[in-house]
Structure formats: C-alpha cells, structure tokens
C-alpha cells in the first residue's frame, strides 16, 4: 500500500516554469519506479517523466530538455520541475508508484491529480 499527494500546480505564463512535488508514504527506495503523468482534457493519459530506484531516468520526447524528475529519500518526495512551458503542456499531472509484488507482477498506486495550466 502506497499513499500518494501532490502538489505544486498552478496557472504560469507560457515560458515559465512550475516545480511539481509527490511525497509517498514509503521510501523512494522501496518503490520500483516513481513517474510524472499527464492528462489534457479529453485525451488520454500519457507519461511524462520517470525516474527507477537506481536513479534512471525516461522523458518523453515531448518534453525532454526542459523537465527534470529528480527525488529526495530523506523527505520521500519525487519532484516535476517544468521549464520552458508552452500552452500544449496544459493536463492534469499525476504521480504514479509502481511496486514489485511478492510473488510476481506489479502494483501501480496515483496521486490525487494537480491542474497545470499554461496560458497568457
């Protein structure tokens, strides 16, 4: 069982920047992969940004170069920070935890979802 909040959005400029937070009710380290996702009103959901135990890192393409995911174990909390916005990065993000399972297989556990909108 993993319990997940976010925080940290909000309406920012197209061109600024916003930092997201997800902290966990576990250790990072306990956790298989920690990931960003996002949602834009009526499409799917897609990933954004992910980040394993062992510290690797996976960005789509759509924003490689200006998001980094990056953690803190002491507070067990992943962060999101976003720069270079544009108005196509406007979505609801989640926060997603995938555990491995005792016997095989994975859990997959989200966050309450954060609105980011980008706009003039």
């Known amino acids: 069982q993993v319990q997940l909040v976010e925080s940290g959005g909000g309406l920012v400029q197209p061109g600024g920047s916003l930092g997201l937070s997800c902290t966990t009710s576990r250790s990072i380290f306990s956790i298989a992969v920690m990931g960003w996702y996002r949602q834009p009103p009526g499409k799917q959901r897609e990933l954004v940004a992910s980040?394993?135990?062992?510290?690797?890192?996976n960005y789509a393409d759509s924003v490689k170069g200006r998001f980094i995911v990056s953690r803190d174990s002491a507070k067990n909390t992943v962060y999101l920070q976003m720069n270079s916005l544009k108005p196509g990065d406007t979505a609801v993000y989640y926060c997603?935890?995938?555990?491995?399972?005792?016997?095989?297989?994975?859990?997959?556990?989200w966050g309450q979802g954060t609105q980011v909108t980008v706009s003039s």
């Open positions: 997603n935890a995938r555990t491995l399972l005792r016997f095989g297989g994975v859990d997959n556990y």
């Open positions: 980040i394993t135990t062992g510290g690797s890192t």
